[in-house]
Structures are given as C-alpha cells and as structure tokens.
C-alpha cells in the first residue's frame, strides 16, 4: 500500500493479556521503528529493525516487550502480561535504508482495563 | 542523554498572524533536527528539517531556525491558517546513523478564523 498501516487501530486488554500489535510498512522500507506515545506526551522510541535484524531494543521498558520483523517486512510488536502503565499509542514508522524520510503509521491505542 | 523540550503546552493564534514553537535541547551528538506535525488519530507527518550546516531552513509558509549555541530551534508559521490547527513535535535525529527520533512534548496549536 501507498502508506504504513497498523493493526488494530484500537486495542483494549484486561491486565495480565498478552496483546500483539502489527506493521505493515511501506513496500520496500528497509527500517521500521517502533515507537510509544503516552497520553500529552512526545513518542519515546522502542525499538529499530533493520532489513529482519533487530539492531536496537534499547528503548524496550521491561522483558514483557517484544519484537520481531522475521522476514523483514511486516513486523509485530508483543507485551505479555499487559499492565495499566502499558496503555499508550504504539507507533511504527518505515524508511528508506537512506535518510529520515520517515512515515509514521497511525498508530494503534491500547487500553489495558 | 539527549534531551528535547517544548516548554509551551499550547499556542493560540489568529488566521493570518504568526505562529512561533520553540524547542531547546541538550546533548545532541549532530545537531539535526526535524518538526511534526499530528492531526488526532493519525501518525505525525514531516514537516521540515534543519541541519547544524545551517541556521534556517524555509519552506513555504514554514520557516525553522536553529541557535546552536543556545541550543534552541523555533519554528515560524506565517501566515497561520486554521488548517495548521494540531500537535506540533520538534525532534533530535542526530544521535545515531539510522536516525532514531527523539521527540519533545508537542505543542497545541490552534489557530482561530
């Protein structure tokens, strides 16, 4: 598609479920970032892909996080074992191996309940 | 750590006047910086960028200006329309080779008819 789509577009989840967020960035985009925006605040990155390799989780906050891009295309953000703090905008954002020409998608909302 | 902040929540304009964000920093490793803007539920969309190479950098009705030995970047709106309307993020790129994106707190625009 002509943009980066995420899926679902709302999430709502009772603590202690795990969740699984996608990104289908655009066709051909080498690097696909991860990113959360809490509630009246800036994105705070997460995590980087490369092509299907993970080259920087530094942003991940806890062990429950997780995320993978196994054939480097789509990818899948996982949080086990959801807590309230947890609830945000998850943000994913593709661009060429080149320059910041970043495009974000629109993100999903996760609610934990 | 880099550090990026928007200290003003929000800006009302009116149509036709000037609208000035301003952004310091601390710690950026390459002084290059980009501006967002978000609509609600949407990702942010690029909006313009600027480089240590340079002190302003103009594009249509948006202009961004860089004080390297301030460590400040505002961005000029001119003339505001009501379109403008929305959350804008000034970002630090410059801190690694792939360019992950640090972000301020966003600011509030709204611009009144």
């Known amino acids: 598609g002509a943009g980066v789509s995420q899926s679902p577009r709302y999430k709502v989840a009772k603590r202690g479920q795990d969740v699984a967020l996608r990104c289908d960035p655009i066709?051909?985009?080498?690097?696909l970032f991860w990113y959360q925006q809490a509630l009246g605040q800036g994105p705070e990155f997460l995590t980087y892909?490369?092509?299907?390799?993970?080259?920087?989780k530094s942003g991940l906050p806890s062990d429950r996080f997780f995320a993978e891009r196994p054939e480097g295309s789509v990818s899948t953000l996982k949080i086990q074992r959801t807590q309230q703090e947890d609830s945000a905008v998850y943000l994913c954002?593709?661009?060429?191996?080149?320059?910041?020409?970043?495009?974000f998608g629109s993100g999903t909302r996760l609610t934990v309940v | 750590d880099q550090q990026v902040k928007q200290n003003s929540p929000s800006l009302s304009v009116q149509e036709g006047r000037i609208s000035i964000l301003n952004c310091d920093y601390t710690n950026s490793m390459f002084d290059y910086f980009l501006w967002y803007k978000k609509y609600p539920a949407e990702g942010p969309t690029f909006l313009i960028s600027?480089?240590?190479?340079?002190d302003k950098n103009e594009d249509g009705r948006f202009t961004v200006f860089l004080n390297k030995s301030a460590k400040h970047l505002s961005l000029h709106i001119v003339p505001s329309q009501p379109g403008d309307s929305a959350v804008y993020f000034c970002a630090d790129a410059g801190g690694t080779s792939y360019g992950k994106l640090t972000f301020g707190q966003g600011t509030i625009l709204t611009v009144h008819p």
């Open positions: 600027i480089s240590s190479i340079k």
């Open positions: 954002a593709s661009s060429t191996r080149s320059g910041y020409g970043y495009t």
């Open positions: 066709s051909g985009h080498v690097s």
């Open positions: 892909f490369q092509n299907e390799a993970q080259l920087d």
